[in-house]
């Protein structure tokens, strides 16, 4: 089994650290990176600018709600673009709100997962995502 690579797309530094942090449990951990908002995360996606030697993630964990670019957009980019709409995008945020969760879905979301507010809850999911993604799932290859 290979280490997945995971682009955590997430704008809060505390929130970004708990993923990676809860990531680096896993059995084999992954490969980390992130981007601040969706604007890098597509830079990163599409290998421009400083991520010209980036590599395609095996997982996204989008946040919903930042700045210049929001988890929405992202996804309506990610899944209008042939060579990136085979990556799943588990969306990973604060909202419980119907709206955003139907919202992500009809987007082509692979999963819809809200933050848990308790440390061990929340790192749990991001574990259980993990384990899902690393051990269970098949993946498109890179």
Do not use: W
């Amino acid at each position: 089994m290979r280490a997945l690579d995971v682009l955590i797309v997430d704008d809060d530094d505390a929130d970004a650290m708990m993923i990676e942090e809860a990531l680096q449990e896993s059995t084999v951990p992954p490969v980390v990176h992130r981007a601040i908002d969706g604007t890098q995360a597509l830079e990163y996606l599409r290998r421009e600018g400083e991520f010209a030697d980036a590599v395609r993630p095996d997982l996204i964990l989008l946040d919903l709600n930042m700045p210049r670019m929001g988890g929405r957009e992202l996804l309506a980019e990610i899944r209008g673009d042939d060579e990136l709409t085979a990556i799943p995008v588990v969306v990973l945020t604060t909202s419980d709100a119907v709206p955003d969760i139907v919202a992500s879905y009809a987007g082509h979301a692979n999963a819809f997962v809200t933050k848990p507010m308790e440390l061990e809850a929340f790192e749990a999911a991001v574990q259980k995502i993990s384990r899902f993604y690393g051990d269970v799932a098949t993946l498109p290859s890179s």
